[in-house]
């Protein structure tokens, strides 16, 4: 890439016999160069089906059972039970008596989580995407761009901390309940980290409106405000949703954040103040040290093959919308 | 054009700095695996660990050790593969865990006390509680207990709306956790719902912020914020307060050994190390950190 663009420079300097060299060169260049692009372009395939197929791989003595010899020829198998995985609430694995793999509770925690922080993250982020589109001035807006991008950089354990050192206070002082580390807060800390991704996209979106839609509104005799709502929201109808998904995805595969804030707790949760654990946090938390090839540390992968499947899910939702809602526009 | 440049000349010179790094870290390892002691394990010795191996370093140049926490679990189960010289331990080995370094990575596990513990139960500092019997603690942390506000075990919270109370317990790796399920639940399984945290020094923490708390840590981890309760057997038994004199005079319903465990039995640098915690200065050491001393 920067080989090109210097033979790009040198080519426009130099005089008529160097430059049909440099021609030549980049003629013969051509087809590597071409080569190499196509190489990534494919390795993000590839890699996506490596991660897969290990994780899966990994998974999978836990479905199909796993022996270990215990004496001479006397070989104990150990299995999980699906119907438990999928249904149950109780998650302990370590049992001296006998380990119990639901992670009922644990895909309950996370659908709260991020159901309770998309709906604090949509309106203040779109809200954000429509001020700093339509409204802000130049100045401002160039601004708030560099704001709401460094909030993105923030690492997630430092909010995190925020989580702990601020928020938990914060929610005893105000609700008397005993202890502020809950889908409250960590619904509040995964919001404000899913804006930033919602307000960049979506305000991208807006931007691409072109002028005339608007032009065109406000010659209609509509206010700012129905412009906004009945010309441009409809206009960016994908981006918007893609917005609002990555913010969904963003919350469910959040860990260290959510690790701190919920209170990792097993619990299926009656109220927004009751804490919970989630599924990302589970794996972070405990697969360090699970024994390796021990059947808590296969469901561990079998949790993570979950997670892909709500990716999956969501990122197929997203597609199909989206190229639902194009159709329409285009008929 | 040339911002650009002196970016990406800038990065990849990050990049290639930290794979150097990264190689002569490891080649060091590689040269001196005899001069580093790697141990790792339970995060009740952790502060522990670390005070042993900054005397034992100043008084041995040559000797450098790395210490992990993280949990008995995560020590044994390194230890189990050869990757740490040293496992520190709040519980014992399990026959599993000993079976496998025996039959899958060809090793022999030795374990040595180099000290003890009472485990202690903490409240926050204005909880008026004073002593709790093991009967209580399970139907507060067992599975199937009924005690979920502190008004059923007769007392009355300040600070807390309703009452309940707050479980703290420790990540399942944890040999405390452990320990506690097999001493305290009679080897049954936690009731849903506790507070998960990965370190001795989270759970006292989070006791000191959460007034209607209740956990369990080692002792060595005491803070002015929160308040250690006395522990009963039973009804009729005296409650006992968890310090140095009734661990050693056995009277301290939990109690619980610290453990070392080698991945065979010690031999040269890790011998030198072990004997003198067992001797007079690591021994010092225990009780200063607030431990037991074995000896």
Same mark, same amino acid.
């Given at each position: 890439?920067?080989?090109?663009?210097?033979?790009?420079?040198?080519?426009?300097?130099?005089?008529?016999?160097?430059?049909?060299?440099?021609?030549?060169?980049?003629?013969?260049?051509?087809?590597?160069?071409?080569?190499?692009?196509?190489?990534?372009?494919? &390795?993000?395939?590839?890699?996506?089906?490596?991660?897969?197929?290990?994780?899966?791989?990994?998974?999978?003595?836990?479905?199909?059972?796993?022996?270990?010899?215990?004496?001479?020829?006397?070989?104990?198998?150990?299995?999980?039970?699906?119907?438990?995985?999928?249904?149950?609430?109780?998650?302990?694995?370590?049992?001296?008596?006998?380990?119990?793999?639901?992670?009922?509770?644990?895909?309950?925690?996370?659908?709260?989580?991020?159901?309770?922080?998309?709906?604090?993250?949509?309106?203040?982020?779109?809200?954000?995407?429509?001020?700093? &589109?339509?409204?802000?001035?130049?100045?401002?807006?160039?601004?708030?761009?560099?704001?709401?991008?460094?909030?993105?950089?923030?690492?997630?354990?430092?909010?995190?901390?925020?989580?702990?050192?601020?928020?938990?206070?914060?929610?005893?002082?105000?609700?008397?309940?005993?202890?502020?580390?809950?889908?409250?807060?960590?619904?509040?800390?995964?919001?404000?980290?899913?804006?930033?991704?919602?307000? &960049?996209?979506?305000?991208?979106?807006?931007?691409?409106?072109?002028?005339?839609?608007?032009?065109?509104?406000?010659?209609?005799?509509?206010?700012?405000?129905?412009?906004?709502?009945?010309?441009?929201?409809?206009?960016?109808?994908?981006?918007?949703?893609?917005?609002?998904?990555?913010?969904?995805?963003?919350?469910?595969?959040?860990?260290?954040?959510?690790?701190?804030?919920?209170?990792?707790?097993?619990?299926?949760?009656?109220?927004?103040?009751?804490?919970?654990?989630?599924?990302?946090?589970?794996?972070?938390?405990?697969?360090?040290?699970?024994?390796?090839?021990?059947?808590?540390?296969?469901?561990?992968?079998?949790?993570?093959?979950?997670?892909?499947?709500?990716?999956?899910?969501?990122?197929?939702?997203?597609?199909?919308?989206?190229?639902?809602?194009?159709?329409?526009?285009?008929? | 054009?040339?911002?650009?440049?002196?970016?990406?000349?800038?990065?990849?010179?990050?990049?290639?700095?930290?794979?150097?790094?990264?190689?002569?870290?490891?080649?060091?390892?590689?040269?001196?695996?005899?001069?580093?002691?790697?141990?790792?394990?339970?995060?009740?010795?952790?502060?522990?660990?670390?005070?042993?191996?900054?005397?034992?370093?100043?008084?041995?140049?040559?000797?450098?050790?790395?210490?992990?926490?993280?949990?008995?679990?995560?020590?044994?189960?390194?230890?189990?593969?050869?990757?740490?010289?040293?496992?520190?331990?709040?519980?014992?080995?399990?026959?599993?865990?000993?079976?496998?370094?025996?039959?899958?990575?060809?090793?022999?596990?030795?374990?040595?006390?180099?000290?003890?513990?009472?485990?202690?139960?903490?409240?926050?500092?204005?909880?008026?509680?004073?002593?709790?019997?093991?009967?209580?603690?399970?139907?507060?942390?067992?599975?199937?207990?009924?005690?979920?506000?502190?008004?059923?075990?007769?007392?009355?919270?300040?600070?807390?709306?309703?009452?309940?109370?707050?479980?703290?317990?420790?990540?399942?790796?944890?040999?405390?956790?452990?320990?506690?399920?097999?001493?305290?639940?009679?080897?049954?399984?936690?009731?849903?719902?506790?507070?998960?945290?990965?370190?001795?020094?989270?759970?006292?923490?989070?006791?000191?912020?959460?007034?209607?708390?209740?956990?369990?840590?080692?002792?060595?981890?005491?803070?002015?914020?929160?308040?250690?309760?006395?522990?009963?057997?039973?009804?009729?038994?005296?409650?006992?307060?968890?310090?140095?004199?009734?661990?050693?005079?056995?009277?301290?319903?939990?109690?619980?050994?610290?453990?070392?465990?080698?991945?065979?039995?010690?031999?040269?640098?890790?011998?030198?190390?072990?004997?003198?915690?067992?001797?007079?200065?690591?021994?010092?050491?225990?009780?200063?950190?607030?431990?037991?001393?074995?000896?």
């Amino acid at each position: 890439m920067l080989l090109l663009l210097l033979l790009d420079r040198n080519t426009t300097k130099g005089n008529l016999s160097f430059r049909r060299s440099f021609q030549q060169l980049q003629d013969r260049l051509e087809p590597v160069v071409v080569g190499v692009i196509y190489i990534c372009g494919w &390795s993000a395939i590839l890699f996506v089906i490596a991660i897969f197929v290990f994780v899966f791989k990994e998974s999978l003595p836990a479905i199909t059972g796993i022996g270990t010899e215990i004496a001479a020829g006397e070989i104990e198998v150990e299995q999980l039970d699906l119907v438990e995985f999928t249904t149950s609430p109780r998650w302990i694995p370590e049992s001296s008596k006998k380990p119990a793999f639901g992670i009922l509770a644990l895909i309950v925690g996370t659908l709260s989580v991020t159901f309770f922080s998309i709906l604090l993250a949509v309106p203040l982020g779109l809200g954000a995407a429509v001020y700093v &589109s339509e409204f802000a001035g130049n100045k401002t807006r160039e601004i708030l761009k560099i704001l709401i991008e460094l909030l993105a950089a923030i690492p997630s354990v430092v909010w995190g901390f925020i989580g702990i050192v601020i928020m938990n206070p914060l929610i005893t002082n105000l609700s008397g309940e005993a202890v502020g580390l809950n889908i409250l807060n960590a619904g509040i800390v995964l919001a404000l980290m899913s804006v930033p991704i919602i307000v &960049s996209v979506s305000e991208d979106a807006l931007r691409a409106v072109p002028d005339s839609f608007r032009e065109a509104g406000l010659a209609m005799g509509a206010n700012r405000w129905e412009m906004i709502y009945k010309v441009l929201f409809p206009a960016a109808k994908n981006g918007l949703l893609a917005a609002v998904l990555l913010g969904i995805g963003r919350g469910i595969g959040e860990t260290m954040a959510v690790l701190m804030c919920t209170g990792h707790s097993v619990n299926m949760p009656t109220s927004l103040f009751d804490p919970v654990r989630t599924l990302t946090a589970t794996i972070a938390a405990e697969l360090g040290e699970a024994v390796r090839g021990d059947l808590h540390y296969h469901t561990l992968f079998l949790i993570g093959v979950v997670l892909f499947a709500f990716a999956f899910i969501i990122n197929l939702t997203a597609d199909l919308v989206v190229k639902g809602v194009r159709d329409q526009s285009n008929v | 054009m040339a911002k650009r440049n002196i970016l990406i000349a800038c990065l990849s010179s990050f990049f290639l700095l930290t794979i150097l790094g990264c190689g002569s870290r490891q080649g060091s390892g590689e040269d001196g695996s005899s001069n580093t002691i790697r141990v790792e394990g339970s995060d009740t010795m952790v502060n522990l660990a670390q005070a042993w191996a900054e005397k034992y370093q100043a008084e041995t140049a040559e000797i450098t050790i790395e210490i992990s926490g993280g949990g008995s679990g995560v020590g044994i189960s390194s230890l189990t593969q050869g990757l740490a010289d040293m496992a520190n331990a709040s519980r014992k080995m399990r026959a599993k865990e000993i079976r496998r370094a025996k039959n899958e990575y060809n090793l022999d596990p030795q374990e040595f006390t180099v000290g003890k513990d009472a485990l202690a139960i903490y409240v926050h500092k204005d909880n008026p509680l004073e002593e709790i019997t093991i009967a209580q603690l399970t139907t507060i942390y067992g599975e199937g207990g009924t005690a979920n506000t502190w008004a059923e075990l007769g007392i009355t919270v300040t600070g807390t709306e309703n009452q309940k109370i707050v479980r703290i317990s420790r990540q399942n790796n944890s040999g405390t956790y452990a320990y506690f399920r097999q001493h305290v639940l009679d080897d049954n399984d936690f009731k849903l719902g506790t507070i998960d945290l990965s370190g001795s020094a989270d759970v006292v923490s989070m006791i000191e912020k959460t007034r209607g708390a209740i956990g369990y840590s080692g002792m060595g981890y005491a803070t002015d914020g929160v308040k250690m309760v006395k522990v009963k057997l039973d009804n009729d038994s005296p409650s006992v307060a968890p310090n140095a004199a009734n661990v050693i005079n056995g009277t301290y319903p939990i109690a619980r050994p610290l453990l070392i465990y080698t991945p065979q039995e010690p031999t040269g640098a890790v011998k030198d190390y072990l004997d003198w915690i067992l001797g007079q200065t690591g021994q010092t050491i225990i009780e200063e950190m607030g431990y037991v001393p074995v000896k």
